[in-house]
Nanobody, 122 residues
């Protein structure tokens, strides 16, 4: 079964850190650009970070630049998102997915996983 499973979310105070993981199964991530998206209540899902196949080229939304770091371990078939200096506005459900060159989602791993909730208190 092809799927992505996100984990690592939780409740953290502003200024704190979390590390999210996205484990893929049924298909290797090594052939795909991967990304982390988030969706806050009442808002559209947005891309926050993406990483190319080699891991050397990354993209970050302006809102997270300098605070979040995306990485990948192709051997473990896993993508990570290290989130530091968290702010209340980072509160959202976080999802991972493959990403097209135009940074839109690429559903080669199927539709969205269950996501992982990140809540940042002030």
């Amino acid at each position: 079964q092809v799927q992505l499973v996100e984990s690592g979310g939780g409740l953290v105070q502003a200024g704190g850190s979390l590390r999210l993981s996205c484990a893929a199964s049924g298909r290797t991530i090594s052939s795909y650009r991967m990304g982390w998206f988030r969706q806050a209540p009442g808002k559209e899902r947005e891309l926050v970070a993406a990483i190319r196949l080699s891991g050397y080229n990354t993209y970050y939304a302006d809102s997270v630049k300098g605070r979040f770091t995306i990485s990948r371990d192709n051997a473990k078939n896993t993508v990570y998102l290290q989130m530091n200096s968290l702010k209340p506005e980072d509160t959202a459900v976080y999802y991972c997915n493959a990403v097209r060159p135009d940074l839109s989602p690429d559903y080669v791993f199927g539709s969205w996983g269950q996501g992982t909730q990140v809540t940042v208190s002030s």
